[in-house]
């Protein structure tokens, strides 16, 4: 999953292939590198989201919207999360206006 960071304003961008990889599991891993802490030291991701709504949202998106992404936002991990249907994810400090907004 490549990524870039930037610890000075707790942001986090992350990648994933939407055809092969779990949405869900790019999630953990992309708040835990953003938090700096190991993935399974974080809350269940359950807690806040179903883990498996975003994993067929993702893939339903990808299967029948061909090109255009759709994206998901939530709160996990004492972060703001955009999550999008193309393999995009970021990672943001909610205290830092509109860091999750659109490109």
Do not use: K
Not at 24 to 44: K, N, Y
Not at 69 to 83: A, E, K, M, P, Q
């Amino acid at each position: 999953m490549p990524s870039t960071s930037d610890p000075s304003d707790r942001r986090y961008e992350a990648t994933f292939d939407p055809d092969d990889d779990s949405a869900s599991e790019a999630v953990l891993e992309a708040v835990g590198a953003a938090a700096d802490v190991d993935p399974i030291e974080l809350e269940p991701l359950y807690a806040v989201i179903d883990p498996d709504a975003l994993d067929a949202l993702c893939t339903h998106a990808r299967r029948t919207d061909g090109n255009r992404s759709h994206s998901l936002r939530f709160s996990y991990g004492g972060f703001d999360v955009d999550v999008r249907t193309d393999g995009r994810i970021r990672v943001s400090d909610p205290s830092i206006s509109g860091a999750v907004a659109g490109d």
